[in-house]
């Protein structure tokens, strides 16, 4: 798996689809710091908003490197295809997106209960400058088409070892690994369980604890999705 520099927003990325990368790291001399919205912020409310914090912190808009978006129900595949289309205006206009290579680590997600009415920002991350930082990183959202239709405890398990196994191989190419996470999240509204144990906790993915959204995948016919992340500052903004 290969990794590619984006020197002006201080990160390395994981080249992957037009609409977000496979996870970032900070670079040399750089830290990552997340934000979490109280409540999900619609998306251009959200770019806004975000905008104005990254002026805040002196920094440009290149220094955005992660996302993470609520929506009101999964997408249909041509569905999903137009919001990414309507999502990555912003990230050209930001200077993120060439229009091939999207360096933007992401998940997106749908709430089962009490969604937004409407694509929303549940947090987002940005890098700052700091000298000697410990690696900071953000892993995107991972699920694989595994067992489709299927949520029978065996083929939920098989879902999260595809997925963790992603985050694997993702950390891997960033030079970190579960040992330098602060955090794990999940997203599906099946039961964990039967797996949680062996295939969650004992490797590792839990060594800060376990968040467990009770949320769908964006697309339909996904019932499972994790990411995690290596970041030390974090801050809740109303």
């Known amino acids: 798996m290969q990794t590619a520099d984006f020197s002006p927003g201080g990160y390395r990325f994981i080249p992957g689809v037009f609409q977000y990368s496979g996870g970032v790291v900070a670079s040399?001399?750089?830290?990552?710091?997340?934000?979490?919205?109280?409540?999900?912020?619609?998306?251009?409310?959200?770019?806004?908003?975000?905008?104005?914090?990254?002026s805040e912190f002196g920094r440009p808009t290149t220094a955005f490197c992660a996302c993470e978006l609520r929506s009101p129900a999964?997408?249909?595949e041509e569905g999903f295809t137009e919001f990414n289309k309507h999502y990555v205006t912003t990230l050209s206009r930001?200077?993120?997106?060439d229009g091939t290579i999207n360096p933007v680590a992401r998940i997106n997600v749908c709430p089962e209960i009490d969604p937004?009415?409407?694509?929303?920002?549940?947090?987002f991350s940005f890098t700052v400058p700091a000298s000697e930082a410990a690696?900071?990183?953000?892993?995107?959202?991972?699920?694989?088409?595994?067992?489709?239709?299927?949520?029978?405890?065996d083929a939920m398990r098989e879902?999260?070892?595809?997925?963790?196994?992603?985050?694997?191989?993702?950390?891997?190419?960033?030079?970190?690994?579960?040992?330098?996470?602060?955090?794990?999240?999940?997203?599906t509204v099946h039961d964990l369980y039967p797996f949680l144990a062996d295939e969650i906790v004992r490797r590792g993915a839990a060594r800060s604890g376990l968040t467990w959204h009770f949320n769908r995948p964006p697309v339909t016919g996904l019932e499972f999705?994790?990411?995690?992340?290596?970041v030390m500052y974090e801050q809740v903004v109303p």
Not at 116 to 123: I, K, T
Request: with cysteine; proline share 5%.
């Open 28 to 54: 040399p001399d750089y830290r990552i710091m997340r934000i979490r919205f109280m409540t999900p912020v619609a998306l251009a409310q959200g770019f806004r908003r975000i905008e104005v914090i990254l």
């Open 74 to 76: 999964p997408f249909s």
């Open 94 to 97: 930001w200077k993120l997106f």
């Open 116 to 123: 937004p009415s409407e694509p929303s920002f549940h947090a």
């Open 135 to 153: 690696a900071s990183f953000v892993i995107s959202g991972s699920e694989d088409i595994i067992r489709h239709g299927e949520t029978s405890a």
């Open 159 to 187: 879902k999260a070892i595809s997925a963790l196994g992603q985050m694997e191989k993702r950390m891997q190419a960033l030079g970190v690994s579960w040992a330098d996470t602060t955090a794990t999240q999940v997203y």
């Open 225 to 230: 999705e994790v990411d995690c992340r290596g």
